[in-house]
């Protein structure tokens, strides 16, 4: 098979009027096909438990994206039993050709790109820019992975001792747990879905209950790409009953999870024992949160600053956790960027992610509302609320983007994440303390600076410690093979996403020498 070098996937910006048309067109189709009911898939067939896990859309709550089947217990035995024994082939199937069915479902995604990103902005209440670049990140995992199981396929060179045959080589794992996040609905499902099963592995797709819809939307197309039966056993329910029970199962070999802090420790304490009828450690990859912050110094090109700022904090709303959180300025510049940072907030748009006229859209559902809230008000008692600061009216779940100024180093709203679209601005006294600053937090996640200052760039190189560092740019928008993506400390594992490195999470190697 003939593969081109990967590249990444542009992203549309809708700036075109027939581009315009057609998401309006994509949007009106997709609306035909809400409410639909969605089966779990195991083995191939499509199963139903009868309990319901119901998606709505979080710009108007009352429309509902569909239902999706909730599994339990019982049904998780029988989808471990499928997926062991589709593992038997599918392990021994060739790489190339393995990498081929996520090249097929690149295909199928870029055909119905607009399809899928209307999915995105009724499910996830993205912006239709912010869809297409979820879908775009999709296709560009499918595309990388596709390229890098083939390297990995290819033998792998060793130093030879006179008299042996030896050689060494990579095989899957087995059965692995896929428990992804809501906030990039088919991006990073796609990516750890796809790593996964392109090593060779057999999953369980757990999607997050708040975007199950797409979830099945990908099962689907992974489906018409060509995956055996077996292979992706799809298997949507309750983080805390069917992830539990997955995590903890003895057949479950690897787990690959992205989400919470909270959840994350959980599996990861839970995956550490061993218990009877298991045979072996499970591998947990966990990538979780962050408190990135955006370091501005007396240097720094101020009004590039502001602009990515705002675009960190309040993209999607905040929800990314690679999000600013935290703005850090010396004192010599903390009011004026400040001053400009306001005054683009206030500018910003927000309403129905389905309206394009909208910069923002609401945050992911009521629960969300409420912890948000909670740190705002935290805010208005122990910092100055420059901007925004509440709830905005309407149906959906709309937070006026939020600017705290004089937050407390060490203190809540500038220790823990908040996930919302809240920035916290931290004074610091100059660029030693604001770099201290900076890294005084349980999590290493991605940051920024903005310098002008050559000695300070290589200081940040070596010294901010974030799996993540963007320099004189955002902290938001990693690019599949550009941005190997992870976090330190307690942001995770610090697996590095889209990187030549990420597939051997899901590899184990295999040495072999004959006697000649
Ligand atoms: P979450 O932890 O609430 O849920 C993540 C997934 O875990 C969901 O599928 C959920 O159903 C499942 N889950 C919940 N309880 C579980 C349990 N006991 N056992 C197993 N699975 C369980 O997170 P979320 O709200 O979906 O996502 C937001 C979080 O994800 C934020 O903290 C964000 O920073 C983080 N995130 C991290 C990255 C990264 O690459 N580091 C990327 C995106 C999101």
Request: hydrophobic residues 45%; proline residues 6%; aromatic residues 8%.
């Amino acid at each position: 098979m003939a593969v081109e070098p990967y590249r990444h996937e542009p992203v549309l910006t809708f700036s075109r009027v027939e581009e315009q048309a057609a998401m309006r067109d994509a949007l009106a189709r997709v609306r035909t096909r809400l409410g639909r009911r969605y089966p779990l898939i195991i083995g191939g067939q499509p199963r139903d438990s009868g309990e319901s896990i119901v998606s709505v859309n979080p710009s108007r709550p009352e429309e509902v994206i569909g239902t999706v089947a909730r599994a339990a217990p019982g049904l998780i035995d029988e989808a471990l039993d499928a997926a062991w024994s589709a593992f038997a082939d599918w392990s021994r199937t060739p790489a190339a050709e393995r990498a081929r069915v996520l090249f097929k479902a690149a295909a199928i995604m870029r055909a119905r790109r607009l399809e899928l990103d209307a999915w995105e902005v009724l499910e996830a209440g993205k912006s239709w820019v912010e869809a297409d670049a979820d879908v775009a990140e999709a296709i560009d995992f499918l595309e990388y992975y596709g390229r890098q199981m083939i390297r990995l396929a290819e033998p792998v060179v060793l130093t030879p001792l006179p008299g042996e045959d030896d050689e060494a080589f990579y095989i899957p794992l087995g059965v692995g747990a896929i428990i992804p996040p809501w906030n990039f609905p088919l991006a990073i499902l796609t990516g750890m879905s796809a790593a996964a099963i392109v090593a060779g592995n057999t999953i369980l797709l757990k999607p997050a209950s708040a975007t199950p819809v797409l979830g099945a939307q990908f099962a689907a197309v992974m489906e018409e790409a060509g995956l055996p039966p077996g292979v992706l056993n799809f298997v949507p329910g309750e983080g805390a009953v069917v992830g539990d029970y997955l995590v903890g199962h003895p057949r479950t070999r690897f787990i690959s999870f992205t989400g919470s802090r909270e959840v994350g420790l959980r599996i990861n304490r839970l995956a550490a024992e061993t218990p009877p009828g298991q045979r072996w450690i499970k591998r947990v990859v966990a990538e979780l949160g962050g408190k990135d912050a955006i370091v501005v110094d007396e240097t720094g090109d101020l009004e590039a600053a502001a602009r990515g700022i705002v675009v960190s904090a309040f993209g999607f709303q905040g929800q990314k956790c690679s999000a600013c959180s935290r703005v850090i300025a010396v004192d010599a510049v903390y009011d004026d960027l400040l001053a400009r940072v306001r005054e683009m907030t206030e500018a910003l748009t927000i309403g129905p992610a389905e309206d394009p006229a909208y910069f923002m859209g609401p945050v992911i559902d009521e629960q969300a509302v409420n912890k948000i809230l909670g740190y705002i008000e935290w805010g208005k008692a122990h910092a100055r609320l420059i901007t925004g600061g509440e709830r905005l009216p309407g149906p959906g779940y709309f937070i006026a983007p939020t600017i705290f100024a004089d937050v407390v180093p060490g203190s809540k709203l500038e220790q823990e994440e908040v996930f919302g679209p809240v920035v916290a601005f931290i004074r610091a006294r100059d660029w030693a303390e604001a770099l201290a600053i900076a890294n005084d937090t349980v999590y290493g996640l991605t940051g920024s600076v903005y310098t002008r200052r050559r000695d300070r760039i290589q200081e940040a190189r070596q010294v901010f410690h974030v799996g993540n560092l963007y320099i004189n740019r955002k902290c938001t928008g990693a690019v599949v093979g550009a941005h190997p993506f992870g976090g330190f400390n307690l942001s995770g594992t610090d697996s590095k996403t889209g990187s030549p490195d990420y597939l051997l999470w899901f590899l184990q190697m295999k040495a072999v020498g004959e006697a000649l």
